[in-house]
């Protein structure tokens, strides 16, 4: 891969273009209940990396056509909004989000409880308000947490993060700069309750040996951004108490 | 470990439990032997035992539940009705009459349309097939009179109180008559509309702080200052 050589992204101490270290995430915020019209909802950044996610269902899709007689489908949009980018972008569905959506469904699939609603749909609307780097896994945390405030049956949470080379080195949470500059991209989602991995990608060249610290690397990542849905979810019943 | 003037504790999904915890299927899983909860619920003491009630989750009909629903659209010989569940309910309008059903004379949309509540008894449902209602039973049928409040299914418990602690303070309190559907649906009525303000905004306050300590108490009080500051 073509790296813009003008910039280094990795300076003589070793931090990043943003000062960084490279094991280090970008600042994460969360918020659930956003929505007041979905069952469930989120809003996730990871820096300046902001998606909304909303859940809806389960329930009876209008064509019947797609339903399963034994669970139900999810269906996963995954859309950026016109404005989430720095040059305008198309509002229709592109190749690339018809295929993260796709990705983004799998990741959670492996931990919902579909068998429990037959025949009906859950829907996942994932916006992303502003792109910079990391927005499928932005988006597929935001899912998880939706979905747990939708009251919908999950054997655990997941969380995701991206993973990269640029200049030579493994670093954690890419954003743009680095995602388009550097040598590669490893988005990762993973359920650490369950041990289990749900979306792995490779964009680039890496080694086997790279790829296994990059994997451990991200795992950690997503170890503490589950610890953080669990703190965000269970501040939403707490805090009620507060206020009174 | 006891949150502040919660309950008990909260556990999300992923979290694994106390193998002591009882809980039913699909609000605790077994994965490896090892008991896992899958929603937002709170775990807490009672008599000796560990029980795990969820703190929002998907209502899901079973025969026999008495229900609210509401009526959606009509059919040629059925209503079709929203019971706040993922699966439509159908109403046969012969199980509405009692009797067979004469298109000549008997009109579907004079009987029940869209948009008005009903009060009935799941006949049977087995998730392969959408529920099906009557109305056969004494006290079910059209709502004519009264209010309905949608709260949270997993917070009708909560409405009705330990021993029918929480409804019995209400209905003493208000005057108001209630009826809290297992579908998240409570049928209220009152003796006029101030009653039935305040009584709405109490059971509002059970839906949202259901897990928090002393609750009964602090509804009381909402309802008395309530009642003092409008003067009835």
Partial sequence: ?244 | MISRGLHGVIVLPGDRLDSRVEGKYPEVIEVNSLKIATLISLVSQRDDKLIIVPLKNIYMPEPGHIVIGLVESIGMVNWFVDINSPYQAILHVQDFLGRPFNPASDDLYKLMKPGDYVKAKVLSFDKTRNPVLSVQGEGLGKIVKGTIVDIQPAKIPRVIGKKRSMISMLEEKTGCSIFPAVNGRVYIECPNRELEAILVMAIRLIDRESHRVGLTERVAKFIDEERMRRGV
């Fill in chain 1, 1 to 244: 891969m073509q790296g813009k050589k003008s910039m280094r992204l990795i300076d003589e101490r070793g931090l990043r273009h943003d000062g960084r270290r490279p094991d280090e995430i970008r600042p994460i915020r969360m918020q659930v209940g956003v929505l007041a019209n979905a069952s469930g909802s989120a809003l996730v950044e990871y820096g300046k990396t902001k998606v909304l996610a909303a859940v809806y269902g389960p329930r009876e899709p209008q064509q019947k056509f797609m339903i399963l007689p034994d669970k139900a489908i999810l269906r996963v949009r995954y859309h950026m909004a016109p404005f989430s980018t720095t040059e305008r972008k198309s509002p229709a569905p592109s190749r690339r989000e018809i295929e993260l959506s796709k990705v983004i469904r799998e990741a959670l699939e492996d931990v919902v409880l579909t068998s429990e609603y037959p025949r009906t749909v859950i829907d996942i609307f994932i916006e992303v308000l502003q792109a910079d780097g990391g927005t499928r896994v932005a988006g597929i945390t935001a899912s998880s947490l939706a979905l747990a405030d939708a009251g919908i049956p999950m054997k655990a949470l997941v969380a995701g993060v991206a993973v990269g080379k640029v200049d030579g080195v493994l670093v954690l949470d890419v954003d743009e700069v680095e995602d388009s500059s550097g040598e590669a991209d490893m988005p990762i989602a993973a359920a650490p309750d369950l041990n289990l991995i749900t979306l792995f990608q490779i964009n680039g060249v890496l080694t086997e040996e790279e790829v296994e610290r990059g994997l451990s690397m991200a795992l950690k990542a997503i170890q503490y951004i589950v610890s953080l849905e669990k703190s965000t979810l269970k501040q939403k019943y707490e805090a009620i108490g507060e206020e009174v």
